[in-house]
């Protein structure tokens, strides 16, 4: 069971530190169990290991692993990011891959705690969508979140997450915000029939979500005053832009740290609002 459970999550995260895998699939055991079964899987040539440092190493799915990955039932329909073709590679891709993992992390455990329904998969990275019909511009969310409220009532939340390291400018956060807001108001173009142009004002995100998702920020990097300035520039441009206040109008959207999401838990009052800047802090489902 756990050798399945190592296969999704290494197909659907691309990677990640022998003690992430343990927290994702198997936290009651101890963790030399997960290192054991890695080894014998590595053995298999199914997975591999990648050195990131000195305290810090990664495991990946071999080419042999991801095909057996991609023919296992719980991963129908689901794409996998592309895969290190070697340690190097592994090594240049692995510290914005484990934050985005260790935000996944943060939202699992407050799940377990709470009583949730949210499981490993129930997070999938590099989430694409077109914002333009003719063309290449895309939206790639970090992830998108499926989470289900059991108490007092059941609730399916969605949201997509952005993992921000400080390795980009305010410019391109900007940028981001601005893709959000262009998937959000995109339309697909009339197409003509029978001499009449047949007219369409349903959102192309309509078919893909029942809701449009929230938007979360997650600031993996930094102290906390050089967080506390990424967070009042995002509200800043939250709010300069018309594109992105009309999708505000309906979408919530909320940043934090990820050191107290996984202090305090993603439920507890660590979200700033960039909906309403004047908010006081909540939770992310209260944003």
Same mark, same amino acid.
């Given at each position: 069971?756990?050798?399945?459970?190592?296969?999704?999550?290494?197909?659907?995260?691309?990677?990640?530190?022998?003690?992430?895998?343990?927290?994702?699939?198997?936290?009651?055991?101890?963790?030399?169990?997960?290192?054991?079964?890695?080894?014998?899987?590595?053995?298999?040539?199914?997975?591999?290991?990648?050195?990131? &440092?000195?305290?810090?190493?990664?495991?990946? /799915?071999?080419?042999?692993?991801?095909?057996?990955?991609?023919?296992?039932?719980?991963?129908?329909?689901?794409?996998?990011?592309?895969?290190?073709?070697?340690?190097?590679?592994?090594?240049?891709?692995?510290?914005?891959?484990?934050?985005?993992?260790?935000?996944?992390?943060?939202?699992?455990?407050?799940?377990?705690?709470?009583? &949730?329904?949210?499981?490993?998969? &129930?997070?999938?990275?590099?989430?694409?969508?077109?914002?333009?019909?003719?063309?290449?511009?895309?939206?790639?969310?970090?992830? /998108?979140?499926?989470?289900?409220?059991?108490?007092?009532?059941?609730?399916?939340?969605?949201?997509?997450?952005?993992? &921000?390291?400080?390795?980009?400018?305010?410019?391109?956060?900007?940028?981001?915000?601005?893709?959000?807001?262009?998937?959000?108001?995109?339309?697909?173009?009339?197409?003509?029939?029978?001499?009449?142009?047949?007219?369409?004002?349903?959102?192309?995100?309509?078919?893909?979500?029942?809701?449009?998702?929230?938007?979360?920020?997650?600031?993996?990097?930094?102290?906390?005053?050089?967080?506390?300035?990424?967070?009042?520039?995002?509200?800043?441009?939250?709010?300069?832009?018309?594109?992105?206040? /009309?999708?505000?109008?309906?979408?919530?959207?909320?940043?934090?740290?990820?050191?107290?999401?996984?202090?305090?838990?993603?439920?507890?009052?660590?979200?700033?609002?960039?909906?309403?800047?004047?908010?006081?802090?909540?939770?992310?489902?209260?944003?």
């Amino acid at each position: 069971m756990y050798d399945r459970k190592f296969l999704c999550s290494l197909f659907m995260h691309r990677m990640a530190t022998a003690a992430q895998l343990h927290e994702l699939v198997s936290p009651d055991a101890h963790i030399t169990r997960t290192r054991r079964r890695l080894n014998e899987l590595r053995r298999q040539g199914v997975v591999d290991q990648a050195v990131v &440092d000195r305290r810090k190493a990664v495991w990946y /799915l071999t080419e042999r692993g991801r095909t057996i990955g991609s023919r296992l039932d719980e991963l129908d329909h689901r794409t996998s990011p592309p895969a290190p073709e070697d340690p190097f590679e592994a090594r240049m891709r692995s510290e914005h891959t484990l934050a985005v993992l260790d935000a996944h992390l943060a939202f699992l455990q407050d799940a377990r705690r709470r009583g &949730d329904e949210y499981g490993y998969l &129930d997070w999938e990275p590099e989430i694409y969508h077109r914002v333009v019909e003719q063309g290449a511009d895309a939206l790639i969310a970090d992830a /998108l979140m499926r989470y289900t409220v059991v108490d007092p009532e059941r609730e399916l939340h969605r949201a997509f997450i952005e993992v &921000d390291r400080a390795t980009m400018s305010s410019e391109s956060l900007a940028r981001k915000l601005l893709a959000y807001a262009r998937f959000h108001q995109l339309v697909p173009t009339p197409v003509r029939q029978r001499g009449f142009q047949a007219q369409s004002s349903v959102p192309v995100w309509k078919s893909h979500y029942p809701a449009y998702p929230r938007i979360l920020f997650v600031l993996a990097e930094g102290g906390p005053a050089a967080q506390a300035r990424r967070i009042r520039d995002l509200q800043a441009l939250a709010q300069s832009s018309p594109l992105v206040e /009309l999708m505000f109008q309906t979408v919530r959207a909320g940043v934090a740290s990820l050191k107290e999401m996984q202090e305090a838990g993603p439920s507890a009052p660590v979200w700033a609002s960039l909906v309403d800047p004047q908010r006081a802090r909540c939770g992310w489902m209260e944003l």
